[in-house]
Nanobody
């Protein structure tokens, strides 16, 4: 069993930055593909970024390319999402997710086995 806890959300003005963290416990971080998703009320949860277990492969949703950076530190069992140049459209609850998978990145929410409870990110205009 893997427990995931997100932190770092908050309120920021458009153009600002936030850094999210996802701390994992319960099992070793190695061998787990990870991802960040976000969801707004009335819409489906969507992928923001994903990273392979080694960190060697990453994926970004088109709207965040060039602004967000996903990374992980397996020694610390922690994944990060650095968010720069934030826009009001980035406002959502952000979730981290993990899956026991060493083949690369996973893009679909159904592919993930473990989820955090989410952290709110609000970007004001």
């Amino acid at each position: 069993q893997v427990q995931l806890v997100e932190s770092g959300g908050g309120l920021v003005q458009a153009g600002g930055s936030l850094s999210l963290s996802c701390a994992a416990s319960g099992r070793t971080f190695d061998g787990y593909s990870m991802g960040w998703f976000r969801q707004v009320p009335g819409k489906e949860r969507e992928i923001v970024a994903a990273i392979s277990w080694s960190g060697g492969s990453t994926y970004y949703e088109d709207s965040v390319k060039g602004r967000f950076t996903i990374s992980r530190d397996n020694a610390k069992n922690t994944m990060y999402l650095q968010m720069n140049s934030l826009k009001p459209g980035d406002t959502a609850v952000y979730y981290c997710a993990a899956a026991k998978y060493s083949g690369g990145v996973l893009l679909r929410s159904v592919s993930y086995d473990y989820w955090g409870r989410g952290t709110q990110v609000t970007v004001s205009s």
